[in-house]
Nanobody, 114 residues
Framework: QVRVVESGGGLVQPGGSLRLSCAASGYVFSDYAMAWYRQAPGKQRELVATITSGGAVNYVNSVKGRATISRDNAKNTAYLQMNSLKPEDTAVYYC????????WGQGTQVTVSS
């Protein structure tokens, strides 16, 4: 079965950085686009970034210039590097295949606070 495991979240101060990881299994990783989403308390889940099988990337406006999505097909892993973090980035971050109705994983918590 398709499975993703997110990791790398934590507590950081404003202006800090984190690299989130998404380890995938149960499918041919290199054949599919991947996406990162986030859900802040009291808010709907939102799409943050996507990367196609060929490496083309897109970002939500609020993280453009601060976030970089990447993938390592040899490791079946997608990443989200986030810099210049803001309190508004606080959320649970999830990854999944983009455009597929896979189940959500547990996510990884990112908390940006002084």
């Amino acid at each position: 079965q398709v499975r993703v495991v997110e990791s790398g979240g934590g507590l950081v101060q404003p202006g800090g950085s984190l690299r989130l990881s998404c380890a995938a299994s149960g499918y041919v990783f290199s054949d599919y686009a991947m996406a990162w989403y986030r859900q802040a308390p009291g808010k709907q889940r939102e799409l943050v970034a996507t990367i196609t099988s060929g490496g083309a990337v897109n970002y939500v406006n609020s993280v453009k210039g601060r976030a970089t999505i990447s993938r390592d097909n040899a490791k079946n892993t997608a990443y989200l590097q986030m810099n210049s973090l803001k309190p508004e980035d606080t959320a649970v971050y999830y990854c999944k295949r983009y455009g597929k109705f896979d189940a959500w994983g547990q996510g990884t918590q990112v908390t940006v606070s002084s």
